[in-house]
C-alpha cells in the first residue's frame, strides 16, 4: 500500500462567518464529522437569521457603494484572475480539505474539483471581456440601447457533493458580473468555502463583497432563502430542498436557479465501442464515491451485449480500490455522512420486491473498522418502475435494465421524473441523431462520460431543475437589462392640455 498523502494542512477549529470582511463566531455550534474515521473533524458556528441578515446587508452596501459593482471591467477582471491564480497555488491545500471532509478520493480532487474551480473564475474573467450589448436604429429617430447591470445582491447555497466545484462556479459568475454575495456552504462541507474565501479576499476583493455564512439548511438556509433583501438566489442541492427554496424565494419574487438531482439513462447499444462503453459507465456511476447529480445510474443495456457487459462491469467494480480517500490509488472512499450511509443501503430493501437481482456490493465494506464505507453496487431491475430506477440514490449504486429496440431504450430513458443527463454509446450516426431528437434531458452525452462546457448551458430538464449555467445564462441571471431609448431626430409630441376649458 502506498503511503498517505503528505504533507497535511491545518483544518481551522471553528468554521467561522465572514461577514463584512470580519470572522465573526456565534454560540451555536455543528460538528463536521471526518467520513473515514468518525470523529469530529472540526465545527461550524452557526450564522442565525440576525448574522444572516448583517451579511445581506453587507453584501447590500457594498453593492450600493460600488466598491465593486462599479469597478472597471478590466480591473475586475485582474481580480478573478488572481482568485484562479490563488486557488491553482493552494490546489493541494484544497483538494486535501476537500477530500477529508467530504471523503471523495484526494486524487479526484486534486486532478477535477479544484483545476475546475480556478477554471470557473479564469473562465468569467474571460467571458466578461467578450461580452456585448445591442443597440437597435429601425424605429426611426430613435437610437434603442441594451445595457446590463449587476443585478444586486446574489444569495449562493452550494451542496456537500463537489462544494469546492459547484460553489466557486456561482461565487465566480456573481463576482464577474459586479454583484456582491452571500454564500451558505452545506454544514457537512464548510472546509473549501472557508478556504476559498479566505483566498478571496486575499485576491483584492473588498471587504463586504463576498460573504460566507455557516450552518445548518433549516437555520442558516432558509434565513438567506427568504431574505426580502436579495436579488437573485442560485441553488445547488436536493429537489425537495430546490422545492422549499423556491416557494421561501417566490414569496418575495427573488429569480432562482435550480440546479437539483437526476437518475440519468446511461445507454449502451450493441454497436458501441465496448471498452470505452464500460469505461464511460464506470466512471459515471462510481466517480467521487457516486455521489453526483450527473451519475449515469441507470445503464441501460442493448440485449446483444448486456451478458457480457454486465460480467465485465461486475468484475471491474470487485476491483474497484475502496479505501482511505487520502490515498493515491484509493478510486471509491467513505459516504459523506453517516445519514447518507444510511439511505444508500436502505435501497437495499426495496430489491426483493421489484423483483430486482443484486448483482455485486450491496452491503458496507468489509474490512473497515470506522467510516462510512459503501459497498459499490449493481443490480438487475426487471423494468424502469422499480424503486432503484426511479429514485435518485445519490451513491455507488447503479441499476441495469435490458432494451431490444432505440425506441425502447428512449422510453424508458425518458421515463422519468428527472431530466438531468443522459449518455448514449454507439457507432451508428443515425441512432446518435435519434438520440439527439429522442432524450429528455438538459445535457446528453454521446460516446463519452460527462463533459462540461462552460459556454454551453448546463442544467435539467423537468424535476432536475429551473434555469441553466454557463457564460450566457450566468450573464442573464445575474445582470438586469436595461433598454434606454434615446430621442435622436425630431419627433414632434401631441399636445394635451391645451383646448378650451
Ligand atoms: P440538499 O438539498 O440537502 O442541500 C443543498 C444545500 O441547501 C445545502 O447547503 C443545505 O444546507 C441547504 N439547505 C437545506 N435545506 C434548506 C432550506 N430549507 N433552505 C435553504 N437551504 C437549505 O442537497 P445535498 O447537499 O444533499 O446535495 C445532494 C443533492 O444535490 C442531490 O440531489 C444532487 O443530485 C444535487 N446536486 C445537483 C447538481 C446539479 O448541478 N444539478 C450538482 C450536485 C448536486 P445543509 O446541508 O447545511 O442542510
Excluded at 502506498?2 to 460538528?31: D, H, M, T, Y
Aim: hydrophobic letters at 40%; aromatic letters at 8%; proline letters at 5%.
Amino acid at each position: 500500500m502506498l503511503a498517505r498523502a503528505k504533507p497535511e494542512f491545518a483544518i481551522p477549529e471553528v468554521c467561522r462567518n465572514f461577514v463584512n470582511g470580519q470572522w465573526v463566531i456565534s454560540s451555536v455550534r455543528l460538528p463536521v464529522i471526518n467520513p473515514v474515521d468518525e470523529q469530529v473533524l472540526t465545527e461550524i458556528a452557526e450564522a442565525d437569521t440576525g448574522l444572516v441578515d448583517e451579511a445581506v446587508r453587507a453584501a447590500r452596501l457594498t453593492f450600493e457603494q460600488g466598491v465593486w459593482s462599479k469597478l472597471g471591467l478590466e480591473d475586475r477582471q485582474k481580480v478573478l484572475f488572481r482568485i484562479a491564480d490563488l486557488i491553482d497555488e493552494h490546489a493541494d491545500e484544497l483538494a486535501w480539505l476537500e477530500s477529508m471532509n467530504i471523503g471523495s478520493p484526494l486524487s479526484q480532487c486534486r486532478g477535477r474539483h479544484v483545476p475546475r474551480a480556478a477554471y470557473n473564475f479564469r473562465f468569467f474573467a474571460e467571458y466578461i471581456s467578450q461580452s456585448r450589448s445591442d443597440a437597435y436604429t429601425q424605429l426611426e429617430n430613435y437610437l434603442s440601447v441594451v445595457t446590463r447591470e449587476p443585478v444586486g445582491v446574489a444569495a449562493l447555497i452550494g451542496p456537500w457533493n463537489a462544494p469546492i466545484a459547484l460553489t466557486s462556479m456561482k461565487i465566480a459568475a456573481a463576482l464577474a458580473f459586479g454583484n456582491s454575495c452571500v454564500v451558505k456552504p452545506s454544514e457537512i462541507s464548510p472546509l473549501t468555502a472557508v478556504r476559498m474565501v479566505e483566498l478571496i479576499r486575499d485576491s483584492g476583493v473588498p471587504d463586504g463583497v463576498v460573504n460566507l455564512v455557516n450552518g445548518s439548511g433549516t437555520v442558516t438556509g432558509a434565513a438567506l432563502a427568504s431574505h426580502p433583501d436579495i436579488d437573485v438566489l442560485s441553488f445547488t442541492g436536493g429537489t425537495t430542498t430546490g422545492r422549499a427554496i423556491m416557494s421561501a424565494a417566490g414569496k418575495n419574487l427573488t429569480p432562482v436557479t435550480l440546479e437539483l438531482g437526476g437518475k440519468s439513462a446511461n445507454i449502451i447499444f450493441d454497436d458501441a465501442d465496448f471498452d470505452r462503453a464500460l469505461d464511460g459507465a464506470l466512471i459515471s456511476i462510481f466517480s467521487n464515491n457516486g455521489q453526483q447529480c450527473l451519475a449515469g445510474s441507470r445503464i441501460l443495456l442493448q440485449e446483444g451485449i448486456a451478458e457480457k457487459f454486465m460480467d465485465a462491469f461486475i468484475q471491474r467494480t470487485r476491483n474497484l480500490k475502496i479505501g482511505d480517500p487520502l490515498l493515491p490509488e484509493t478510486e471509491v472512499g467513505p459516504l459523506a455522512t453517516k445519514q447518507h450511509f444510511e439511505r444508500v443501503h436502505s435501497f437495499v430493501d426495496t430489491l426483493e420486491a421489484d423483483g430486482c437481482k443484486l448483482l455485486v456490493g450491496g452491503k458496507r465494506c468489509s474490512g473497515f473498522d470506522k467510516g462510512f464505507y459503501y459497498e459499490p453496487t449493481a443490480v438487475l431491475a426487471p423494468d424502469n418502475s422499480a424503486v432503484v430506477c426511479q429514485e435518485e440514490i445519490f451513491g455507488p449504486f447503479a441499476a441495469f435494465q435490458l432494451f431490444k429496440t432505440p425506441q425502447e431504450a428512449w422510453d424508458i430513458a425518458n421515463d422519468s421524473k428527472f431530466g438531468l443527463l443522459g449518455y448514449v454509446w454507439t457507432s451508428s450516426y443515425a441512432t446518435a441523431m435519434a438520440a439527439h431528437e429522442t432524450v429528455k434531458s438538459g445535457v446528453l452525452c454521446i460516446n463519452s462520460p460527462i463533459i462540461r462546457e462552460l459556454r454551453a448551458p448546463f442544467g435539467g430538464y423537468k424535476e432536475s431543475g429551473v434555469g441553466r449555467e454557463s457564460g450566457a445564462a450566468c450573464e442573464a441571471f445575474y445582470s438586469e437589462v436595461k433598454t434606454t431609448a434615446f430621442l435622436t431626430g425630431d419627433v414632434p409630441l401631441r399636445k394635451l392640455g391645451l383646448g378650451e376649458a
